[in-house]
């Protein structure tokens, strides 16, 4: 259960017009179990308009309590639509139910990050992208598992590695080794942490004195193989 004051201003060119604004609006709140009150009176409309400035004031002392699913039927009224010319399909707006139609060419930062539960289309968006999207000749993965898979779809596409398309992970597990070709990664050295956190901790617990926050960096080190 929520306490809020939720206050909603429209402008539109006639009366006309604001009237069936002001139905439409209503319609879709009734849809979700919510109700909609217009403020009569000049005085009471400029509260209104008060209220939603972004000065934490509440002119109208309006409190009503909602259940969880009625306060989300008012976020937000507005969906943003993305539908470039010559863009390609990157999925589908949870609101409106439009597709997204991306043209990365035209954004200041290419880079794109895939994300997703199991079974939710990251492999075949994945492909997709190597695909239809600008060319590129490097992937910085954030685990060897996922440059392990990327690799997989890159071979699957007929690109040459590293001759075409360079690939690095991070962790240098055991994908690292078993993959063709192999991938060059980021060793974090693990043992290394591991052991200074237990030396840390136990120096904690056997020590009466009050210990202060330290930073430690570790240095990690570039495993050159055959992908980079």
């Known amino acids: 259960m929520k306490l809020c004051t939720f206050t909603l201003v429209h402008l539109a060119d006639s009366k006309e017009e604001l009237d069936y604004d002001t139905e439409a609006l209503k319609t879709i709140s009734r849809e979700k179990k919510c109700e909609l009150e217009t403020l009569f009176f000049s005085s009471r409309q400029l509260k209104g308009i008060t209220q939603v400035l972004p000065i934490g004031l509440n002119h109208l002392n309006i409190v009503r309590t909602l259940i969880t699913e009625s306060l989300s039927a008012f976020v937000p009224f507005r969906a943003q639509e993305i539908l470039e010319q010559v863009g390609i399909w990157y999925g589908q707006n949870a609101i409106t139910n439009n597709p997204i139609l991306i043209n990365r060419e035209n954004l200041q930062n290419a ?8 079974g939710s289309g990251k492999s075949f968006l994945s492909k997709e992208i190597l695909e239809f999207v600008l060319p590129f000749d490097g992937l910085f993965c954030m685990s060897d598992n996922v440059a392990y898979g990327a690799i997989k779809a890159l071979n699957k596409a007929n690109i040459s590695i590293p001759e075409q ?36 901790l136990m120096e904690r617990i056997e020590s009466d004195h ?13 495993i050159e193989r055959q992908s980079c």
């Open 111 to 118: 880079n794109t990050r895939v994300l997703g539960v199991p």
């Open 210 to 222: 009050k210990f202060i926050d330290e930073e430690i960096i570790i240095n990690g080190s570039l």
């Open 165 to 200: 398309v360079k690939v690095i992970g991070f962790d240098n597990n055991i994908y690292s080794s078993l993959s063709i070709p192999s991938i060059t990664t980021f060793d974090r050295n693990v043992d290394m942490i591991a052991s200074t956190a237990c030396t840390k």
